[in-house]
């Protein structure tokens, strides 16, 4: 077994520690009425996105979702939360350090050895769910199942769910296609975003995300007896019908979207092992990217850390 495939069938029990943890770590999280934003690399940062639209529509306050390295500056918020496993990405230590003493932040990682414990006013340590595999899945799961907990939209169903995705075989067929198309709505476009790019990582599969609603204004062009559409939440009423005109197999997600994106991790494992490939060791990536100055004093060089244990 690899250790994606180890990391990713432990889910269940990590998201329903995390969601019993929540009010242990509340003052170190987003309070009712905070302006915040929430930024991440990579996974992290399609994490803040579903977190974000999540913490919106509770009905908490205004919460945006950035790139560590895309942030606005010129806007005012009263917390910033960053998502970051390894704890030593470049850009949102950057970030950190640049709104100390102006703007309160947390950081919500999986190693406490590492610089972030410095950076950050608060610190939110989720050693349980850190990684050996580079390819991220239980770390970031079960920091948005932590943030989903704390808005009090968790519950045991969630990792019922989970197990059930681990459980019960993939669509027939969903290997063999050859491009792959992941849909969301509303918090589930983070969790699109995600699924693409797990592919992307663990299989170098062809894969694309988009708003559920958009696939129809063009995307939906490319879409064959070769490609495979999954929906991750609720389908709008008709797609489905118009992606199966087109040859394409519709995936619908009937589970928690959540857990939904465990079967995306499955497939990905899935496909990587028929083409020949290591899951854990996607190429040109490892668990942190630190970047290094070059002679004009401009990121440059790319220093990758020992995988132990594995991105972002």
């Not at 950081?107 to 850190?130: F, H, K, N, Q």
């Not at 928690?256 to 499955?266: F, G, N, Y």
């Not at 496909?271 to 942190?288: C, E, F, I, M, Q």
Request: charged share 20%; net charge negative.
């Amino acid at each position: 077994m690899t250790h994606v495939e180890d990391e990713l069938s432990s889910q269940p029990e990590c998201w329903t520690r995390a969601a019993a943890d929540a009010t242990e770590h509340k003052r170190a999280l987003p309070a009712a009425g905070e302006r915040v934003a929430i930024v991440g690399c990579g996974t992290s940062w399609f994490m803040a996105q579903s977190a974000a639209a999540l913490r919106e529509r509770s009905g908490q306050g205004e919460t945006d979702a950035f790139a560590a390295s895309e942030f606005p500056h010129g806007r005012a918020y009263d917390r910033v939360v960053a998502l970051t496993r390894s704890g030593t990405t470049t850009e949102v230590l950057g970030l950190l350090d640049r709104l100390r003493g102006r703007t309160r932040t947390t950081a919500i990682t999986a190693d406490p050895r590492t610089p972030v414990m410095e950076s950050a006013d608060d610190v939110v340590v989720l050693a349980y769910a850190d990684e050996r595999s580079v390819v991220q899945t239980r770390f970031a799961t079960t920091a948005l199942t932590l943030l989903r907990a704390h808005l009090g939209q968790h519950t045991d169903a969630v990792a019922a769910d989970a197990h059930t995705a681990l459980a019960d075989p993939l669509p027939a067929g969903l290997t063999d296609r050859t491009q792959f198309t992941f849909l969301g709505h509303g918090w589930t476009v983070g969790l699109a975003n995600e699924a693409g790019l797990k592919m992307r990582e663990a299989a170098r599969a062809w894969t694309e995300s988009y708003p559920a609603m958009e696939y129809r204004h063009g995307p939906i062009s490319i879409a064959s007896r070769t490609t495979a559409t999954w929906m991750l939440g609720e389908a709008p009423e008709g797609l489905a019908r118009q992606v199966r005109e087109t040859g394409a197999l519709w995936v619908a997600g009937g589970l928690d979207p959540l857990a939904e994106l465990v079967r995306v991790q499955r497939l990905a494992v899935a496909v990587a092992t028929a083409r020949g490939l290591d899951p854990d060791r996607p190429r040109h990536l490892n668990r942190s990217v630190i970047l290094t100055p070059d002679a004009d004093g401009t990121p440059g060089s790319v220093a990758h850390p020992s995988p132990e244990p594995g991105s972002r």
